[in-house]
């Protein structure tokens, strides 16, 4: 079975750099044809896509938030990363990885539990 | 303001069916595949239709998807109690060269 762990600090702060790990079991991030993303969901509000990368390193960005985040990947260790910089109280939300995403594709079948990060002084 | 419009909510009796729009446009829906998800509080959300119409492995046959122009649907037949929560599509939009997810609607079963 697919499992996907998001791990990161809990509280960041305004300015700073929000920096999230997810770490795959089950599965190989280098499985040709798959993709991973980030997906975020503000609270009361809906899914926002992020981003996906694929092993080889190629990315997709959303473009409203394309200046400020990258997302990486290292195969060694079966992890990709997210670094979201100079936050804003806007950012806070729970932010989960996902198996899916890539061009042209919206399916994202396996997900992680998520993890809320506040941004706040 | 999403991409993608969702009625905001949708509600049902238990046993009826209940259908949920997903309104788009020429350079989402009307070229690309749509998924749906079902978002429970506390929970991460859960594929239930990709590639418009088909089902993942363990998702009941009362879910199903469809799509026809700009615009998909999702219905569910025999609602239950526990189909209470919040409902998502989403589909590439070739405008962005991204995902995009509708506002998701809220379905109560009364």
């Known amino acids: 079975q697919v499992q996907l762990q998001e791990s990161g600090p809990g509280l960041v702060r305004p300015s700073q750099t929000l920096a999230l790990t997810c770490t795959v079991s089950g599965d190989s991030i280098s499985t040709d044809g798959i993709h991973w993303s980030w997906i975020r969901q503000s609270p009361g509000k809906g899914l926002e896509w992020i981003g996906s990368i694929y092993h080889s390193g190629s990315t997709d960005y959303n473009p409203a938030l394309k200046s400020r985040v990258t997302i990486s990947v290292d195969t060694s260790k079966n992890q990709f990363s997210l670094k979201v910089r100079s936050v804003t109280a806007a950012d806070t939300a729970v932010y989960y990885c996902a198996r899916g995403g890539g061009p042209y594709s919206s399916s994202f079948d396996f997900w992680g539990q998520g993890t809320l990060v506040p941004v706040s002084s | ?110």
């Open chain 2, 1 to 110: 303001q999403s991409v993608l419009t969702q009625p905001p909510s949708a509600s049902g009796t238990p046993g009826q069916r209940v259908i949920i729009s997903c309104s788009g446009s020429s350079s989402n829906i009307g070229r690309n595949h749509v998924c749906w998800y079902q978002k429970l509080p506390g929970t991460a959300p859960r594929l239930l239709i990709y590639r418009s119409s088909l089902r993942p492995s363990g998702v009941p046959d009362r879910f199903s998807g469809s799509k026809s122009g700009a615009s998909a649907s999702l219905a569910i037949s025999g609602l239950r109690s526990e189909d209470e929560a919040d409902y998502y599509c989403a589909t590439w939009d070739d405008s962005v060269s991204g995902v995009v997810f509708g506002g998701g609607a809220k379905l109560t079963v009364l």
